[in-house]
T-cell receptor, first 114, second 111 residues
């Protein structure tokens, strides 16, 4: 019973392509996030949605577009992929947006752009 | 300037050792501090959470915040090989549960 699940687990693609990553949570949480973890293991927030509304939008190229069809799903679409987009992308969820709401992470999507 | 600094290690200790993992932070206004543990090829999972300063203990783990020196520590007693993972410190408090993570310290506990 995976709480936060992401697909695909691995994604290898060429520069210039467009790809999507999907995320689903079955915890009943109302807030979902996308984080990026680079090769040096730094985990940085990209986006956050609360009840399908965008509440955090960090300085991320507009080639990245999140979409939340409902509270349980948050997808990430990336256009015109670049080499620097290679990273592990983690989806997470929490109950509410309070600063003490624990984040529950998925197991990541390892994106490699060649 | 990085807002949460953490030595990436790696740190290698024998089983049973006491492990000390540390971070420093720069923003005194944010008062939520967390430690996440990340096993290889897995997502981070929350290990400990503290608010403001002081100590918090949970089994073999103790989280400590020293606001005067802007220092966050995680102590692991009687370390086990199953503790081998990357430990990420994080700071929050700026609203919307936006966490700032350190780089993570890779810990290896060998039998």
């Amino acid at each position: 019973d995976t709480a936060v699940s992401q697909t695909p687990k691995y994604l290898v693609t060429q520069m210039g392509n467009d790809k999507s990553i999907k995320c689903e949570q079955n915890l009943g949480h109302d807030t979902m996030y996308w984080y990026k973890q680079d090769s040096k293991k730094f985990l940085k927030i990209m986006f956050s949605y609360n009840n399908k509304e965008l509440i955090i939008n960090e300085t991320v190229p507009n080639r990245f577009s999140p979409k939340s069809p409902d509270k349980a799903h948050l997808n990430l679409h990336i256009n015109s992929l670049e080499l620097g987009d290679s990273a592990v992308y983690f989806c997470a969820s929490s109950q509410g947006t309070g600063d003490n709401s624990p984040l529950h992470f998925g197991n990541g999507t390892r994106l490699t752009v060649t | 300037q990085k807002e949460v600094e953490q030595d990436p290690g790696p740190l290698s200790v024998p089983e049973g050792a006491i492990v000390s993992l540390n971070c420093t932070y720069s923003n005194s206004a944010f008062q939520y501090f967390m430690w996440y543990r990340q096993y290889s090829r897995k997502g981070p999972e929350l290990l400990m959470y503290t608010y403001s300063s002081g100590n918090k203990e949970d089994g073999r783990f103790t989280a400590q915040v020293d606001k005067s020196s802007k220092y966050i520590s995680l102590f692991i007693r009687d370390s086990q090989p199953s503790d081998s993972a990357t430990y990420l410190c994080a700071q929050g408090g700026g609203g919307y549960n936006k966490l700032i993570f350190g780089a993570g310290t890779r810990l290896a506990v060998h039998p």
